[in-house]
């Protein structure tokens, strides 16, 4: 008699209904949404934008300008003064005149050119010499060749130069920087000076000192002219 192994069978299991296999298709998910600009961010693009429109209309071609030379208009009597229309500067020519300051600056202090003085022009076109020739050459150059400087002028407070300038009669100097003496009855030939004509312009230049101003001389009495910066 042989024996089967016995089926574990259920015939209850044969009445019931087969289940359903049930499908779903998941959709993909949706990307997210992109991030907005900044405000901050579209500001500064929008700002380079009008920058390169205003420096696009802004530019012009540079050219290079006609440079002119025009005669000054001059008057003599206690002192010389010449006028012109234009910009530029002032080249005066004064061979054979005592002349030493122009509009405040002593000659010194100005820039040569061929013999003549560059003399940087006033706002209102005008020149002032003294003393007066009548053999003086004035005129206005638009192009500019005396380089940039800080001028020593009549009037103010020393800070680090001063010149002064008078006939060639004094013999000595005192010179005095607000509570210092820095000259006292020294021989003006050994003080720096240079020549023009009948006048002489003395220099002394130094830091470390500031204040007002005292010169006194011997030997004569003429007017000693004093500029400063």
Sequence with gaps: MSQFPKLNIDIRDLSKKPKKIEFFIHPEPEPPPKPKPK??????IAGLILMCVILSLSYTPSTPSLRKIIRMNCNTGTMQICTAYGYGE??????GCDSFEFN???????YRHNDNYRVPAS?????????PCPT????????MLAPHKDY???????TKRVVWVTKACYTEF???????????????IMIEHELS???TAYNYQSSGVSGHLSIQGKGCSEPIHIYSI
């Design 39 to 44: 405000r901050l961010y579209m500001y500064v």
């Design 90 to 95: 002032y080249v005066v020519n004064t061979k």
């Design 104 to 110: 405040g600056i002593p000659f010194t202090e100005l």
């Design 123 to 131: 706002p209102d076109m005008s020149l002032t010499i003294m003393q």
């Design 136 to 143: 003086i050459m004035a005129t206005v150059d638009t192009q």
């Design 152 to 158: 020593a002028k009549k009037g103010g407070t020393y």
């Design 174 to 188: 005192t010179l005095r920087i607000g509570m210092e003496t820095i000259f006292e009855n020294t021989p003006a």
């Design 197 to 199: 004509g009948n006048y």
